[in-house]
């Protein structure tokens, strides 16, 4: 992976990996739902970055409006950063607003901070 260049922004970074995932064959649709349910709640992972940086996307991320398969996409991609999990960057926005509870889920919490954002 190349040194991340300081007039880039993370994302454009990100989003730079991603196609090079994508053109590299790391990036693939994994045929099966990502719906669970969680006692009376049903949770949908739309995707997700394994090992090796290689991202899978669910079934349900086909449906999405393009807007919100961009989303999606840009989380993955922030992902292809070396380090760059959801527990960290769940870890650190708590730090940086103050809160002191506990995140339970540090991908939404992640996702809802990239929506402040990234609206
Ligand atoms: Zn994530």
């Given at each position: 992976m190349k040194p991340l260049p300081s007039i880039y922004s993370?994302?454009?970074y990100a989003l730079n990996?991603?196609?090079?995932?994508?053109?590299?064959?790391r990036v693939s649709p994994s045929g099966v739902t990502g719906a669970t349910r969680d006692g009376d709640i049903i949770r949908t992972t739309y995707g997700k970055t394994l090992g090796n940086n290689l991202v899978v996307w669910n079934l349900e991320y086909y449906t999405l409006s393009p807007s919100e398969m961009g989303f999606h996409t840009l989380h993955e991609a922030l992902h292809q950063i070396p380090g760059f999990s959801d527990?960290?960057?769940?870890?650190?926005?708590r730090t940086i607003s103050g809160r002191t509870d506990?995140?339970?889920?540090?991908?939404?919490?992640?996702?809802?901070?990239?929506?402040?954002?990234?609206p």
């Open positions: 993370p994302a454009n990996e991603y196609i090079a995932a994508v053109q590299e064959g527990e960290v960057i769940a870890a650190a926005a506990s995140i339970d889920d540090p991908s939404i919490y992640f996702n809802n901070r990239l929506r402040e954002y990234c």
